[in-house]
């Protein structure tokens, strides 16, 4: 359980993410590299069309991220470094923000969780990265070399029958999750410039990899009818009974 101090400091750091810059010697490092952002609500299937394009594309890594969130029975080996979500295991995250050691960080708003990144969690020309839409301008003012913003949308129906497997009635997330829904469609429909749509069509994920990595390599322009799915999928979100 989190002190109330401790919550504090989340809180404020959260107020302040977007400002936070990391060293000089962090920044330049960056300037050499692509950062790809896959934003969408959770169950869209963003990190099976990351594995996927991975596996079409050794020019493609996926970016190592550190976070206090437990561990889930599908997280792949190696991808994740957990913090203890507690006073102890936040205060070197809090040290390493405070030095600007890290990369990047953020909170998410509506749980006390924290995720960051290092400089050698992005290793390669091309890295890509589940991003909450509310972190994704810091991204942009962090000094990479590209920035790309990807949402990814599947079916409506297909997105609620995952989302209701993964947090049915009584899961304590459930809430959040749903909160967390509407604010990422409502962020991703608000995108007017240097955005991209990607379609996750059921049981392919190869194609919506293929945009993606068309997208990063700048031959291709992603999917812009998927809007469409997005606003279905915002309004489905809305219906959610918590």
Same mark, same amino acid.
Not at 69 to 78: A, L, V
Not at 94 to 121: C, K, W
């Given at each position: 359980m989190l002190s109330d101090q401790t919550i504090q400091t989340l809180n404020r750091l959260h107020e302040i993410e977007n400002d936070y810059k990391p060293n000089p010697d962090i920044v330049a490092e960056l300037g050499t590299k692509t950062i790809v952002m896959v934003v969408g609500a959770t169950c869209q299937g963003k990190n099976l @069309?990351?594995?996927?394009?991975?596996?079409?594309?050794?020019?493609? *890594? @996926?970016? *190592?991220?550190?976070?206090?969130?437990?561990? !889930?029975?599908?997280?792949?080996?190696? !991808? #994740?470094?957990?913090?203890? =979500?507690?006073?102890?295991?936040? !205060?070197?995250?809090?040290?390493? @923000?405070? =030095? *600007?050691?890290?990369?990047? #960080?953020?909170? =998410?708003? #509506?749980?006390?969780? @924290? #995720?960051?990144?290092?400089?050698?969690?992005?290793?390669t020309e091309y890295n890509l990265a589940d991003i909450i839409s509310s972190a994704v301008d810091n991204f942009r003012h962090l000094g990479f070399k590209r920035t790309i913003a990807i949402s990814v949308v599947s079916e409506p129906a297909s997105w609620l029958q995952r989302f209701e497997e993964r947090f049915p009635v009584g899961d304590a997330q459930r809430g959040a999750r749903k909160d967390e829904a509407i604010e990422s469609l409502t962020w991703s429909l608000a995108q007017d410039h240097d955005h991209y749509w990607v379609h996750n069509v059921d049981g392919q994920p190869e194609l919506a990899a293929e945009q993606l990595i068309a997208i990063a390599e700048g031959t291709g322009s992603g999917q812009p009818e998927t809007r469409a799915l997005a606003e279905a999928c915002l309004e489905a979100a809305r219906t959610i009974v918590v």
């Open positions: @069309i990351m594995d996927t394009a991975v596996k079409l594309d050794e020019r493609f *890594h @996926i970016a *190592h991220t550190r976070t206090s969130r437990p561990p !889930r029975t599908g997280d792949e080996p190696g !991808r #994740y470094t957990y913090f203890e =979500n507690s006073d102890e295991g936040l !205060r070197p995250v809090f040290e390493a @923000i405070e =030095n *600007h050691a890290m990369v990047q #960080y953020a909170v =998410n708003p #509506y749980s006390p969780l @924290i #995720y960051g990144s290092m400089p050698t969690d992005y290793p």
